[in-house]
């Protein structure tokens, strides 16, 4: 099977058997850069293009295609810009090094019933008084003046937001605890989209 290829990119290509074999085809059939096209078999086999999977979709992110991380013109993506970001830990997933004054309420706590991280913090807290405590921290933590603070500064065009498994489907201490925050994540991503981020 073959592939047709814009140069200077790589293709999820799911009929390898290891990704050491599909680079090494990809290696190999190089030498045809006029073309772009390259033989994913030496064997001759043929084999049929690789599936695409359903993708989460984001409302302010759209990826390029779902088989190519880039396109043949270096300058035909947004994203050639040097990336100068900033990360918002500490916000949908505490980190008591970022954010102590959380876990200061465990100082003189007996061993068992200690906060050192989000599921600890949700474990001895529980639903209620875990979920309250985050929904205040979430308002204050991350605002709106933050973001347009942030894209007026000129300093930074990217963010990084950090986000637990739990968000998404809820376990153990999370059940009840995190209620909301994806909710904070949206808000965020329209902030992003509407600063320029």
């Not at 064997?43 to 991380?69: L, Y």
């Not at 970022?98 to 200061?104: D, E, G, M, R």
């Given at each position: 099977?073959?592939?047709?290829?814009?140069?200077?990119?790589?293709?999820?290509?799911?009929?390898?058997?290891?990704?050491?074999?599909?680079?090494?085809?990809?290696?190999?059939?190089?030498?045809?850069?006029?073309?772009?096209?390259?033989?994913?078999?030496?064997?001759?086999?043929?084999?049929?293009?690789?599936?695409?999977?359903?993708?989460?979709?984001?409302?302010?992110?759209?990826?390029?295609?779902?088989?190519?991380?880039?396109?043949?013109?270096?300058?035909?993506?947004?994203?050639?810009?040097?990336?100068?970001?900033?990360?918002?830990?500490?916000?949908?997933?505490?980190?008591?090094?970022?954010?102590?004054?959380?876990?200061?309420?465990?100082?003189?706590?007996?061993?068992?019933?200690?906060?050192?991280?989000?599921?600890?913090?949700?474990?001895?807290?529980?639903?209620?008084?875990?979920?309250?405590?985050?929904?205040?921290?979430?308002?204050?933590w991350v605002?709106?003046?933050?973001?347009?603070?942030?894209?007026?500064?000129?300093?930074?065009?990217?963010?990084?937001?950090?986000?637990?498994?739990?968000?998404?489907?809820p376990y153990?201490?999370?059940?009840?605890?995190?209620?909301?925050?994806?909710?904070?994540?949206?808000?965020?991503?329209?902030?992003?989209?509407?600063?320029?981020?």
């Amino acid at each position: 099977m073959q592939f047709s290829l814009p140069r200077r990119c790589f293709v999820v290509l799911a009929t390898a058997s290891s990704l050491k074999e599909a680079s090494v085809a990809l290696a190999q059939d190089a030498s045809d850069q006029s073309s772009g096209t390259f033989d994913v078999d030496a064997s001759g086999e043929t084999a049929a293009a690789p599936d695409v999977h359903d993708v989460i979709e984001f409302k302010h992110f759209k990826a390029n295609n779902k088989t190519q991380t880039c396109m043949g013109d270096e300058h035909a993506l947004p994203f050639n810009d040097q990336i100068r970001g900033v990360n918002l830990g500490g916000w949908l997933v505490l980190e008591p090094w970022i954010t102590p004054s959380l876990f200061y309420q465990f100082l003189d706590g007996d061993e068992e019933n200690v906060g050192m991280d989000m599921y600890t913090f949700c474990e001895v807290l529980g639903p209620e008084e875990g979920n309250k405590q985050l929904k205040r921290h979430w308002e204050t933590w991350v605002t709106e003046e933050l973001i347009k603070e942030l894209a007026g500064s000129g300093a930074v065009n990217s963010l990084r937001l950090p986000v637990g498994d739990w968000q998404y489907e809820p376990y153990g201490p999370y059940i009840g605890c995190t209620d909301g925050a994806n909710d904070y994540a949206e808000l965020l991503l329209d902030w992003a989209a509407e600063y320029g981020l």
